[in-house]
T-cell receptor
């Protein structure tokens, strides 16, 4: 089975621009979560989607948004980029069982200049 | 608010020595607990998870962790460190229910000296 894939792997953007990151979960997984990893704040939960519905949201400004498609693929969008948005963005997918076993993708490294 | 504390942001051991990485959670309700490992420029890989079935949990690569409710701890151990164990390790909790949200500790960077 293919793992979680994230595209692109690396991205450089300018302050004020917007960016869209993509995540393809493992086949059969309907739950997708997004995390931001920075040296200062560590790993922080952004949001979680299940069957195209946002099920949970972290404490991030409205510039951060996401969505999930009917094939469970997910995208996250960051508008009006700030320097502090530079981070590794990780996507994780899981079956909707408790407790969850989340499988992480390799991440997208976003650099904002 | 629920939180996870990892004592020691950097731990250095000699090859062949015991590895002990500490994790404490704050919650009156025992959560589900996980240990993840992250190698440079990679995502997170699940090492092991505690789901209340057994207090001593064995994971991959020879790692294990013991859940101690009285100490609200879930420390990760490995009897003999290998050079390939050098990586960053994260403890995480989730409370199940209608969310898969993970709360992570700040991570411990493990260095293994030859």
């Amino acid at each position: 089975k293919a793992g979680v894939t994230q595209t692109p792997r690396y991205l450089i953007k300018t302050r004020g621009q917007q960016v869209t990151l993509s995540c393809s979960p493992i086949s059969g997984h309907r739950s997708v979560s997004w995390y931001q990893q920075t040296p200062g704040q560590g790993l922080q939960f952004l949001f979680e989607y299940f069957s195209e519905t946002q099920r949970n949201k972290g404490n991030f400004p409205g510039r951060f948004s996401g969505r999930q498609f009917s094939n469970s693929r997910s995208e996250m969008n960051v508008s009006t980029l700030e320097l502090g948005d530079s981070a590794l963005y990780l996507c994780a997918s899981s079956l909707d069982i408790s407790p969850p076993k989340q499988y992480f993708g390799p991440g997208t490294r976003l650099t904002v200049t | 608010a629920q939180s996870v504390t990892q004592l020691g942001s950097h731990v250095s051991v000699s090859e062949g020595a015991l590895v002990l990485l500490r994790c404490n959670y704050s919650s009156s309700v025992p959560p589900y607990l996980f240990w993840y490992v992250q190698y440079p420029n990679q995502g997170l890989q699940l090492l092991l998870k505690y789901t209340s079935a057994a207090t001593l949990v064995k994971g991959i690569n020879g790692f294990e962790a013991e859940f101690k409710k009285s100490e609200t701890s879930f420390h990760l151990t490995k009897p003999s460190a290998h050079m390939s164990d050098a990586a960053e390790y994260f403890c995480a909790v989730t409370y199940g229910g209608a969310t898969n949200k993970l709360i992570f500790g700040t991570g411990t960077l493990l260095a293994v000296q030859p």
